[in-house]
């Protein structure tokens, strides 16, 4: 069985390593222009010649849960494209925005900024009723996250595209339902995935049907939000703070008008990493049972981008 790995921004020999660890007999290299055909691959934003030069692999692996990089270039029909499924980033991406959410509830900034100022001083305690907080997206992630937020007792909307149940979240689907389920939340959480349907969706429209004093927090793709609607939201008063892993242009530019707005908390596309036993184990496992001719979950349909 041959295996090219072919990921950018990744050093390969670790990755290669741990293949080789698990999968002794396999044909291990990192993808070099002109390589004869593998059997699979494992990939983050490989170049066009890579999917022109490799048409007949059995089947891709994506080392990462989003294939909006992927799907931007022309695939070779019939291979499918196969995403990675948590491994160890729903646990990340659930203390990441209730750490994010709690922040905002408790007022922390503020206390901070008190203590920095030499006060001691209390705010009136905010009620959770107050806080409900709207999940975009009830994927792998979205589902933990809105667990998790559950756990700590804040009303939890959820919006996906297909009907979900889930225990202690409203849920809402498809489009017609995205203005009710804005209207009942004041702090979003966007983890959907990037996709034409869902490009620029946090913009003036959206976000101004959120309740006064919403809280965003962007943890899917930089391209989902409209940058400067958030900045006019958060003029105008609407929109009480933000939190932002993921930007339009990465690594965010060291003038952008972001870094300088203390309502803004910002981290480097950091928010659930890339962990490279989990995803090794996921990737061979899911090699291992393609070779027994079963079939796999995280499969990409392109039709609908994700
Ligand atoms: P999933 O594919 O498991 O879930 C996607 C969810 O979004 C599903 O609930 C899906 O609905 C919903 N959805 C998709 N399109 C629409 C739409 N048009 N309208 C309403 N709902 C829609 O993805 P994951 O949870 O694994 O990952 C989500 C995203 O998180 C990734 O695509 C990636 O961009 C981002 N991410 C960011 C990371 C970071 O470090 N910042 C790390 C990892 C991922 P349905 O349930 O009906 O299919």
């Not at 741990?18 to 222009?33: D, F, I, N, T, Y």
């Not at 989990?278 to 393609?290: E, N």
């Amino acid at each position: 069985m041959k295996i090219t790995f072919c990921c950018a921004d990744t050093h390969p020999r670790a990755w290669i390593e741990g293949l080789r660890a698990a999968l002794p007999l396999a044909e291990l290299s990192v993808w070099q222009p002109g390589d004869p055909q593998a059997d699979y691959a494992v990939v983050w934003t490989p170049p066009q010649q890579f999917m022109d030069e490799q048409p007949g692999l059995q089947a891709m692996f994506n080392l990462g849960a989003g294939v909006d990089g992927l799907l931007r270039l022309k695939l070779p029909a019939g291979v499918p494209v196969v995403r990675i499924e948590d491994a160890g980033m729903a646990v990340q991406m659930a203390e990441y925005v209730c750490h994010a959410v709690i922040r905002h509830f408790r007022e922390l900034d503020a206390y901070a900024a008190d203590m920095a100022r030499g006060e001691w001083t209390f705010r009136k305690p905010r009620q959770r009723r107050d806080f409900p907080v709207g999940v975009m997206g009830l994927g792998v992630l979205g589902q933990r996250v809105a667990q998790a937020l559950a756990h700590f007792e804040f009303p939890v909307n959820g919006w996906s595209r297909s009907p979900r149940q889930l225990a202690g979240v409203t849920t809402y689907s498809g489009a017609e339902s995205l203005e009710e389920f804005l209207g009942a939340s004041r702090v979003l959480v966007n983890l959907l995935p990037l996709t034409p349907d869902t490009r620029d969706i946090l913009n003036a429209a959206t976000l101004s049907r959120l309740q006064p004093g919403a809280y965003v927090i962007n943890v899917a793709r930089g391209a989902h939000l409209v940058e400067e609607d958030l900045l006019a939201q958060l003029e105008s008063g609407h929109v009480a703070g933000a939190t932002l892993d993921v930007f339009r242009t990465e690594p965010l530019p060291a003038d952008h008008a972001f870094r300088r707005d203390p309502r803004i908390t910002l981290t480097p596309h950091t928010s659930a990493r890339t962990l490279r036993e989990d995803c090794l184990a996921q990737i061979v496992g899911k090699i291992a049972a393609l070779e027994r001719g079963e079939a796999l979950t995280g499969v990409v349909e392109g039709t609908r981008g994700y």
